[in-house]
């Protein structure tokens, strides 16, 4: 079952990369508010950086290529996508271990601290059960004055799911001009398994109850969110 939901990523990594070339899942303009969040709240330290459900580290990379990074961790579900990563992080230089296996579990083997938790488009594969324990546990594993960039697609409050996805695969359809038609059958048929997004409300309380500050940031739409949570 667990192998199953990372097929689409594992097996067929070029339709992500489709995607971010496209920028259908804004990845660009994702991209330049972690830079910024990481300019304002790291400009001159040197970084522990995990990251949760990392795939193969492409965006991340990028930026951290112009950040002073002291470690990198990155976990996936996914040890064929993993390969990917090390070449990608091979690239730009910097001290780094990976992890194959469930990031809710794997993230309990740790045990350093962290600046910087980041997390992009994983945590809606989580039940939300599972979504809040793992937040909580980034929070115990990031250092005073740490941050988790988190980011994801979510749900509206009181959408129902089959809903929520029917719009999206609408979406995809309608706007995913080079997507062919096979590519948005797996896509559509991933989303239906294995995608459960949460909404930005709960994220909210959440990290609230959990002792994070939020900041807020400009927003990209109504689903695609990059939530920053900072412990104090
Ligand atoms: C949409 S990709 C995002 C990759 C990368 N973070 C990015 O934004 O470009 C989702 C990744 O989450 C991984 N994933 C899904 N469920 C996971 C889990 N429970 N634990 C760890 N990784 C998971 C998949 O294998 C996949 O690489």
Same mark, same amino acid.
């Given at each position: 079952m667990r192998e199953n939901s990372v097929a689409l990523f594992s097996k067929n990594w070029s339709i992500y990369q489709k995607i971010i070339a496209h920028n259908y899942m804004f990845h660009r303009d994702l991209g330049s508010i972690t830079t910024s969040v990481w300019e304002n709240n790291f400009k001159n330290t040197s970084v522990n950086v995990l990251d949760l459900g990392?795939?193969?580290?492409y965006q991340l990379s990028t930026i951290m290529d112009r950040c002073q990074i002291n470690s990198y961790t990155g976990i996936d579900l996914s040890s064929a996508v993993l390969e990917y990563t090390k070449l990608n992080l091979a690239k730009i230089n910097i001290p780094f271990s990976l992890l194959a296996g469930p990031m809710e579990m794997e993230?309990?083997? @740790?045990h350093n601290t962290y600046n910087v938790i980041y997390s992009s488009y994983?945590?809606?594969? @989580?039940?939300d059960q599972e979504k809040l324990e793992l937040l909580k546990k980034c929070y115990a594993k990031l250092d005073a004055g740490g941050v988790v960039i988190l980011i994801d697609h979510f749900k509206q409050d009181g959408q129902d799911r089959d809903k929520y996805i029917d719009e999206y695969v609408h979406d995809i359809k309608t706007n995913? @001009?080079?997507?062919t038609l096979e590519e948005n059958e797996l896509i559509e048929n991933h989303m239906r398994g294995y995608d459960f997004p949460t909404t930005a409300n709960q994220i909210n309380i959440w990290g609230k109850e959990i002792g994070f500050s939020l900041e807020s940031l400009p927003d990209i739409n109504h689903c695609h969110k990059l939530f920053l949570l900072k412990k104090f």
């Amino acid at each position: 079952m667990r192998e199953n939901s990372v097929a689409l990523f594992s097996k067929n990594w070029s339709i992500y990369q489709k995607i971010i070339a496209h920028n259908y899942m804004f990845h660009r303009d994702l991209g330049s508010i972690t830079t910024s969040v990481w300019e304002n709240n790291f400009k001159n330290t040197s970084v522990n950086v995990l990251d949760l459900g990392c795939g193969d580290a492409y965006q991340l990379s990028t930026i951290m290529d112009r950040c002073q990074i002291n470690s990198y961790t990155g976990i996936d579900l996914s040890s064929a996508v993993l390969e990917y990563t090390k070449l990608n992080l091979a690239k730009i230089n910097i001290p780094f271990s990976l992890l194959a296996g469930p990031m809710e579990m794997e993230i309990d083997k @740790l045990h350093n601290t962290y600046n910087v938790i980041y997390s992009s488009y994983a945590f809606h594969h @989580l039940q939300d059960q599972e979504k809040l324990e793992l937040l909580k546990k980034c929070y115990a594993k990031l250092d005073a004055g740490g941050v988790v960039i988190l980011i994801d697609h979510f749900k509206q409050d009181g959408q129902d799911r089959d809903k929520y996805i029917d719009e999206y695969v609408h979406d995809i359809k309608t706007n995913w @001009l080079h997507i062919t038609l096979e590519e948005n059958e797996l896509i559509e048929n991933h989303m239906r398994g294995y995608d459960f997004p949460t909404t930005a409300n709960q994220i909210n309380i959440w990290g609230k109850e959990i002792g994070f500050s939020l900041e807020s940031l400009p927003d990209i739409n109504h689903c695609h969110k990059l939530f920053l949570l900072k412990k104090f």
